[in-house]
């Protein structure tokens, strides 16, 4: 094995993926495989649903429901022994039509995106602690750091779960377990569909980027290797934008 080979390599590690069965999550959980981890992917589709990726062994959880995760946890551990990595992309957005959203879905799109990922990150560095240590990578997104209308419920949570990022980094370390944020720009998944069908905002959005299109699902897959492996073993409490250059860009 090359030395960039060995750096980058997952082999013998153990990885969860949530929100797997589709878009940045299961590019990512592909991704992870192929470095050579064995990987799990959850979502709440039902297994006769979902077509992993060769490597990728998907499970049916529900996040958001309480001891769900747990379990997988438990589960994982009884057949490997350990749990190593977890990226939490699971999440959910409910756009307003017009106006500021409801009360109930503000509170949903918390519950999914920041109050899970949170559940998540405690049942699995439970497990990370007995293992020796681990990697923990939440996917945020640019509206963690910027304003975007008609969806304060999204940005609430990806800005919660940015700052939750430093906390458990700071909380965890001790135990060996780095925790970091994946931050997406717009990338075409079935969650951005009506914006990439729009042309003018399909356009607008463009623009916004330094390199000039949208990000594909598999842009995002380097960086989570990166951050899943010994490659990134000094860096913590970070956040890596996979943007084009849209949050770094001017006024241009």
Same mark, same amino acid.
């Given at each position: 094995m090359?030395?960039?080979?060995?750096?980058?390599?997952l082999?013998?590690?153990?990885?969860?993926?949530?929100?797997?069965?589709?878009?940045?999550?299961?590019? $990512?959980?592909?991704?992870?495989a =192929?470095?050579g981890?064995? /990987?799990?992917?959850?979502?709440?589709?039902?297994?006769? #649903?979902? &077509?992993p990726?060769?490597g990728?062994?998907?499970r &049916?959880?529900d996040? /958001?429901?309480? %001891?769900?995760?747990?379990?997988?946890v438990?589960? $994982?551990?009884? #057949?490997?022994? =350990?749990?190593?990595?977890?990226v939490?992309? *699971?999440?959910?957005?409910? #756009?307003a039509p017009?106006?500021?959203?409801?009360q109930?879905?503000?509170?949903a799109?918390?519950?999914a +995106?920041l109050?899970?990922?949170y559940?998540?990150c405690?049942?699995a560095?439970?497990?990370? =602690?007995?293992?020796?240590?681990?990697s923990? $990578?939440n996917v945020?997104?640019i509206?963690?750091?910027?304003?975007f209308?008609?969806?304060?419920?999204?940005?609430?949570?990806?800005g919660?779960?940015?700052?939750?990022?430093?906390?458990?980094?700071?909380?965890l370390?001790?135990?060996?377990?780095?925790? +970091?944020?994946?931050?997406?720009g717009?990338?075409r &998944?079935?969650?951005?569909?009506?914006?990439?069908?729009d042309?003018?905002?399909?356009?607008? =959005?463009?623009?916004h /980027?330094m390199?000039?299109?949208?990000?594909?699902? %598999?842009?995002l897959?380097?960086? *989570?290797?990166?951050?899943?492996?010994?490659?990134?073993?000094?860096?913590t409490?970070?956040?890596?934008?996979?943007?084009?250059?849209? &949050?770094?860009?001017?006024?241009?």
């Amino acid at each position: 094995m090359s030395y960039l080979d060995e750096l980058f390599s997952l082999s013998g590690r153990v990885a969860i993926v949530s929100g797997g069965s589709r878009g940045l999550g299961a590019a $990512i959980a592909a991704g992870l495989a =192929r470095a050579g981890a064995s /990987t799990i992917a959850l979502a709440r589709s039902e297994v006769g #649903q979902v &077509t992993p990726a060769d490597g990728v062994t998907y499970r &049916t959880c529900d996040v /958001t429901e309480a %001891g769900a995760f747990e379990a997988v946890v438990a589960e $994982i551990e009884a #057949q490997f022994g =350990r749990l190593d990595i977890l990226v939490n992309a *699971a999440g959910v957005t409910r #756009q307003a039509p017009a106006g500021l959203q409801s009360q109930v879905d503000f509170e949903a799109t918390l519950t999914a +995106n920041l109050s899970a990922a949170y559940a998540t990150c405690a049942a699995a560095a439970a497990a990370m =602690r007995k293992s020796g240590g681990g990697s923990i $990578i939440n996917v945020t997104s640019i509206g963690s750091v910027l304003g975007f209308p008609g969806n304060p419920g999204y940005v609430a949570a990806k800005g919660g779960l940015r700052m939750l990022t430093r906390a458990l980094a700071m909380d965890l370390a001790d135990w060996r377990i780095r925790v +970091n944020n994946l931050a997406p720009g717009y990338i075409r &998944t079935e969650m951005t569909e009506a914006s990439w069908a729009d042309p003018e905002r399909h356009e607008a =959005r463009r623009r916004h /980027t330094m390199l000039g299109r949208w990000g594909e699902p %598999g842009d995002l897959v380097g960086a *989570a290797i990166f951050l899943a492996s010994d490659a990134s073993a000094y860096v913590t409490g970070q956040d890596l934008f996979v943007d084009g250059g849209w &949050t770094a860009k001017g006024l241009i």
